[in-house]
């Protein structure tokens, strides 16, 4: 079931390429780096570092973007590309993303997803689902990659991302993520005070044994509330929809009864809405939340710059 639902997440993913692009601009430049680059020790294989930075427009703001189940970084080019024009440094990460989170919801360990989340992200061996050592870690990778990429290109400060004792400057630093990698981004949203949380088409970590939101998705965080947003379709069809409202709701996001704001026929701010849903047609609904819709580059913006 783990390796049917990575797979259908990663068809998923690739069809909505062929919807109609965001507007490329010449302002951004991007590159693809092996995690190999970065430090000797990662595999030569290891799928590379999507980046991308625009040259002219700057926010001072980092977009570290997780991406879903068996998804290469370079298929989120869509979003990546259009956050950069609006004057995001970019980073979309390879990581390891084989096993899907949603079927983990079958399981009686009510800590399934919370070790799950815990492993990937930071590389604590407390999972049985998952095997992340902290070098293969989330957080680990991302540092690594931001380090090489301050010292490969001095003039485009990557050095603001990082601290004195270079760790991840999170305070400046937007997470989002997509399926398995929006619940990526929530958890570091609860355990590192970030700019803000941006989930798409997430998060998925619902207890099918339990009829309830994970543990952790109901635990208080570092981040604000105020600072999470997401983005839905009604019609996902590979997590169900009011599995991804249950957990909006356990993650207090929704109050019991509230639905996202529907923004097929808004325009921004969309009521100033955290929690917002589309029911446009798509090739995937569950990939439509980072496709080329040409009404998501005005939900992007508001999702990643909304006071």
């Not at 919801?105 to 902290?134: L, P, Q």
């Not at 325009?267 to 995937?284: R, V």
Request: hydrophobic letters at 40%.
């Amino acid at each position: 079931m783990k390796v049917i639902l990575a797979i259908l997440f990663s068809v998923a993913l690739l069809s909505c390429k062929t919807d109609n692009p965001a507007p490329a601009t010449a302002e951004n430049i991007s590159l693809l780096v092996p995690p190999i680059q970065t430090d000797g020790n990662y595999a030569a294989a290891d799928k590379k570092h999507y980046v991308v930075r625009n040259t002219q427009k700057h926010l001072n703001k980092l977009l570290l973007f997780i991406g879903g189940s068996a998804s290469n970084p370079a298929d989120y080019n869509l979003i990546s590309d259009y956050a950069a024009t609006i004057g995001l440094d970019v980073i979309n990460l390879s990581y390891p993303n084989e096993v899907a989170a949603a079927p983990l919801g079958a399981s009686a360990d009510k800590f399934i997803f919370d070790n799950y989340r815990e492993e990937v992200c930071f590389g604590t061996a407390v999972s049985n689902a998952v095997t992340v050592d902290v070098f293969n870690s989330i957080t680990t990778r991302a540092t690594k990659l931001v380090l090489y990429l301050n010292k490969t290109y001095p003039d485009q400060n990557w050095g603001q991302y990082l601290t004195a004792t270079n760790t991840l400057q999170w305070s400046k630093i937007i997470v989002a993520g997509h399926s398995q990698g929006s619940g990526h981004a929530c958890y570091l949203g609860k355990k590192k005070l970030v700019d803000r949380v941006v989930m798409f088409s997430g998060p998925n970590d619902y207890s099918s044994y339990y009829s309830a939101a994970a543990n952790w998705l109901t635990q208080a965080g570092q981040t604000p509330l105020t600072k999470y947003f997401a983005l839905l379709h009604t019609q996902d069809e590979i997590v169900p929809f009011s599995n991804q409202l249950a957990n909006l709701k356990g993650l207090g996001l929704l109050s019991a009864g509230q639905n996202p704001t529907l923004v097929d026929n808004l325009t921004a701010p969309y009521s100033n809405a955290q929690a917002l849903s589309l029911n446009i047609l798509a090739l995937s609904n569950h990939s439509s939340t980072v496709g080329g819709n040409a009404l998501l580059p005005n939900v992007w913006t508001y999702l990643f710059t909304a006071q």
